[in-house]
């Protein structure tokens, strides 16, 4: 499948850089001190969590000895199986947002720190369904930062769309109000928000994004609101940190994982699903408008481990 096949020419870094010593680890043959103490690291480091690589591992041990497998090679498919379904118990995981024709718009909250990839990510979704023939309006209630409104503003000229601006400095909350009227009134099918990056000892910067999802959640409905965190996967564990802290202000519902492409921390995502028990529906797989993949925990984890369809 091409898609497949682009996920894995992406996760190249990934894997040589974390799932390539898994790989190597399952072909050395047999099971010894070395091969179980090798796997737990390798877990750990690429940040799928302590607790995961402990289960996993006794999850590992136990299928061995009640199936009579003698060789690493003979679990791989088991190990891949358990990681998928480990992903797929979150609901929603992978699955894109469900746009309705005829209902109210859908409305994207978009939430991050600075660097995450935020205004990028609401570019390229904006791009994403005007391709799909879906009206859509960006709103650039990211006022704090005045390249971000311009940022945003060459998104909206690439790919057609109409972009909700006020200067620099304006109030975010009513850039936001402006443009769920917009949206409303010209029966767009979805309205993206971008805000300001924020991190926890802003707490002006914070508390204007929980004055936007208030807003929002009273105009749109809970139905057609998605809360969307976009964090940097390179960070690791340090976004699941940033997502705990995003979840106390505002209820995130959906994450978009940027810069999965560069990252030694694969396992992330796994960590992210088990803490949070929210989906991941995208990745970043590079720069480009095309480079926003929907995320396929069967084809992530075949990819990693170079399986083949």
């Known amino acids: 499948m091409a898609l497949f096949a682009k996920l894995r020419e992406s996760l190249k870094g990934v894997r040589e850089k974390w799932s390539n010593g898994i790989s190597k680890l399952f072909s050395s043959g047999k099971f010894d001190d070395d091969f179980w103490d090798g796997l737990e690291a390798q877990l750990i480091a690429g940040d799928t969590g302590l607790d995961f690589a402990e289960e996993m591992i006794d999850f590992l041990k136990t299928e061995s000895k009640s199936k009579g497998i003698k060789t690493p090679e003979a679990l791989k498919d088991i190990f891949i199986k358990k990681i998928t379904d480990e992903l797929n118990s979150v609901k929603g995981m992978g699955q894109p947002f469900a746009i309705s024709k005829g209902k109210t718009p859908l409305v994207l909250l978009m939430a991050g720190v600075n660097g995450s990839g935020k205004t990028t990510s609401s570019g390229k979704l904006a791009s994403l369904y005007a391709k799909e023939g879906k009206k859509v309006i960006l709103a650039a209630a990211d006022t704090f930062r005045a390249a971000a409104v311009e940022q945003l503003k060459i998104w909206g000229e ?64 809970s139905e057609r609101l998605e809360t969307v965190l976009v964090l940097d996967a390179v960070l690791g564990q340090n976004s699941v940190i940033q997502a705990e802290t995003f979840n106390s202000i505002i209820p995130v519902t959906s994450i978009i994982l940027t810069k999965y492409d560069n990252t030694a921390k694969g396992g992330v995502v796994i960590s992210i699903a088990r803490k949070l028990n929210v989906p991941v529906r995208y990745i970043g797989l590079g720069e480009g408008a095309d480079d926003l993949m929907t995320f396929s925990p069967e084809d992530f984890a075949g990819a990693l481990m170079e399986l083949s369809q």
């Open 158 to 221: 690439r790919s057609g769309v109409r972009v909700i601006a006020q200067g620099q400095g304006s109030d975010s909350a009513a850039v936001a109000f402006d443009a769920w009227k917009s949206a409303e009134s010209s029966n767009a099918d979805v309205l993206i928000v971008d805000t300001a990056g924020r991190l926890h000892d802003k707490h002006n910067l914070m508390e204007e994004l929980r004055k936007i999802h208030r807003i929002l959640l009273r105009e749109a409905g």
